[in-house]
């Protein structure tokens, strides 16, 4: 018997920038994490501002950009949220296409081939490699317009509620050529609290690229930075007996990964980052013995090697 098994812990922050809560915000998110030694993801959507801020940044976003190229050194990997989290990016031009189909939807359509997604991506892991930062993986930008929301509901229709797997074997692609900073890939789009895994969507060697889908939701404000959506008993209780990290623990899931929103996380004008700090420390107090904070590249990494969990039994976090 190796040393009793430990459950993972990790969770990313989407909608992650510059433009809403300032450079300042992350950096001070940044040393957070790394003070706590905890470890996670947050979204880098390098067209956001309508433009690649890699080029020609502006003092917030070389500023924002300098934190980024150290959120590893602080337990923090770097998603591509893709490149706008509206439409498709026009590279040439620099800008994003007028009219065009919004990327998270994009990712979804049938008719897409693998050269073309993977086209996009390298243009992106391009434009990182400008600012000096390799990107992990990948997260959906999730999107509630009205022709995404018609067009989701269509796909569905048809059975399609899945990315189109040709996004999987351009990822495989790019991590077989070293676009990335690891050898697997992990990519955010399923979510569950119950029904739950980190799945295989392509593998060739010692690449491979996963959906690790996660867990548990957020209860640090969403998107909408609102306080009757802030709850940290949600994923924890101040007597550390209650709470989803608790009962995922208690019934020996091999991982809690939770998300959240830079709206409301961040720490400047967040309502939610002092209950993100109060579980930070409840984990501590609680379950600092029952639990391994990993980033989730890191995760996937030890998950591909192994085949599975079964590193966790061997002391796996360390
Ligand atoms: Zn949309």
Redesign the pocket.
């Known amino acids: 018997m190796g040393k009793k098994r430990k459950m993972v812990l990790s969770f990313y922050c989407d909608d992650t920038g510059p433009y809403n809560a300032g450079a300042k915000a992350f950096e001070t998110f940044l040393d957070f994490c790394a003070e706590q030694r905890i470890a996670g993801e947050s979204s880098l959507i390098l067209g956001g501002g309508g433009h690649s801020m890699a080029r020609k940044p502006n003092e917030q976003e070389a500023a924002y950009l300098k934190q980024v190229a150290r959120a590893l050194s602080c337990g923090i990997d770097t998603h591509m949220e893709i490149m706008t989290h509206?439409a498709l990016f026009d590279f040439g031009a620099n800008r994003e296409k007028e009219g065009a189909i919004?990327e998270?939807?994009w990712l979804h359509e049938p008719g897409i081939a693998a050269a073309e997604y993977e086209r996009y991506f390298a243009s992106i892991i391009a434009e990182g490699e400008k600012a000096g930062v390799k990107l992990t993986g990948l997260t959906w930008p999730g999107?509630?317009?009205e022709?995404?929301t018609k067009r989701y509901a269509e796909l569905r229709t048809i059975g399609r509620t899945e990315p189109n797997p040709a996004v999987w074997e351009a990822l495989l692609n790019l991590a077989k050529n070293g676009k990335f900073r690891g050898r697997t890939i992990p990519c955010f789009f399923g979510s569950s609290e119950s029904s739950f895994g980190c799945h295989q969507k392509a593998s060739e060697g010692e690449c491979g690229v996963y959906d690790l889908m996660p867990n548990a939701g957020d209860h640090f404000g969403i998107w909408e930075n609102n306080p009757k959506r802030v709850n940290p008993d949600y994923y924890i209780t101040a007597d550390g007996k209650a709470g989803i990290i608790v009962r995922h623990v208690a019934a020996r899931a091999p991982y809690c990964v939770w998300y959240a929103h830079w709206q409301g996380l961040n720490p400047a004008k967040g309502v939610g980052w002092k209950a993100f700090v109060t579980v930070v420390e409840r984990i501590k107090k609680h379950l600092a013995d029952r639990v391994v904070w990993m980033r989730p590249s890191d995760i996937t990494a030890r998950y591909h090697v192994a085949g599975g969990w079964g590193f966790l039994d061997k002391g796996g976090g360390q």
């Open positions: 509206r919004h998270g939807l999107c509630g317009c022709p995404c």
